[in-house]
């Protein structure tokens, strides 16, 4: 391994650590047209919120019950 002394000051400064903000790609999505939705669509997504949110709360009650019930 090189000694701290070759690197000098620019051995101190901070490194990017990270994914290379050149490999994002979130800004060149394009948005969904904002053009108002059919009441099917309107009932299609809140019944996939309410499935999701119904299995969010099956989890957290498992979990519960794990934390009230641990196994010897």
Known sequence: MTPLINFGLTGLKPKQRGRPVSMSDHKDKK???DSPLTR?????????????????????????????????
């Not at 009932?43 to 309410?50: A, D, I, M, S, V």
């Not at 999701?52 to 641990?70: F, G, H, S, T, V």
């Open 31 to 33: 948005r969904k047209s």
């Open 40 to 72: 099917e669509q309107e009932l299609l997504k809140e019944n996939e919120r309410l499935r999701c949110e119904n299995e969010l709360l099956k989890k957290l009650q498992a979990l519960i019950q794990a934390r009230k019930n641990p196994k010897p």
